[in-house]
């Protein structure tokens, strides 16, 4: 089966927070701090450089010409997640350093 469309970045982009989210779990119970201390900052520049920048404006376009309502909620779900993840992640790493 071939998919004719373009690239998606809202499900492309969150697609590797997984991976990143997953991983500073596992070095902590090791006492691997600098390797955890790492994929850490890895999240936070990944959704503060890739994600955060253009949900706020996908939002006001949804919100604006959106007809369906799911997608409404759900660019708002996204766009909550993905700044208290990025708050949430930049505050356990400021306090790791």
């Known amino acids: 089966m071939r998919f004719n469309e373009p690239?998606?970045?809202?499900?492309?982009?969150?697609?590797?927070?997984p991976f990143l989210t997953g991983k500073p779990?596992?070095?902590w119970p090791r006492?691997?701090?600098r390797e955890a201390v790492e994929v850490l900052r890895a999240e936070v520049e990944f959704a503060s450089k890739?994600?955060?920048p253009w949900l706020p404006a996908l939002q006001a376009c949804v919100e604006e010409k959106g007809e369906?309502?799911?997608y409404k909620i759900v660019i708002r779900l996204s766009r909550g997640f993905v700044e208290a993840d990025l708050?949430?992640?930049s505050t356990l790493l400021k306090n790791s350093l």
């Open 50 to 52: 890739h994600l955060a």
């Open 87 to 89: 708050d949430f992640a």
């Open 25 to 27: 779990s596992e070095p």
């Open 68 to 70: 369906i309502d799911f």
């Open 31 to 33: 006492r691997q701090s």
């Open 7 to 17: 690239p998606d970045p809202l499900a492309a982009d969150p697609a590797l927070m």
